[in-house]
């Protein structure tokens, strides 16, 4: 049961750096491009720093849960 909630996450850490990664734009206005930059954050900055913040999370957990899951440490 375990197994499956954590393969659940980590299914939705990897959508989710990949969406992640197609927001951010290499000039800094990847989310100006949608269209919504202005309702959603005060400046380009601020938007690229929260992408980044929470691009950095859904990695590191992917990480952490491709070790944990792949070792089989939970299987009994």
Do not use: Y
């Not at 900055?45 to 950095?56: D, H, M």
Request: charged share 10%.
């Amino acid at each position: 049961m375990i197994v499956q909630v954590l393969q659940g996450i980590w299914a939705f850490c990897g959508v989710g750096m990949t969406i992640l990664v197609l927001l951010h734009s290499p000039k800094g206005d990847g989310l100006g491009a949608i269209g919504g930059q202005a309702q959603l954050f005060t400046s380009t900055k601020s938007a690229e720093t929260t992408l980044n913040r929470i691009t950095w999370t859904l990695t590191i957990l992917f990480m952490a849960l491709t070790v944990i899951l792949s070792a089989g440490w939970l299987d009994s």
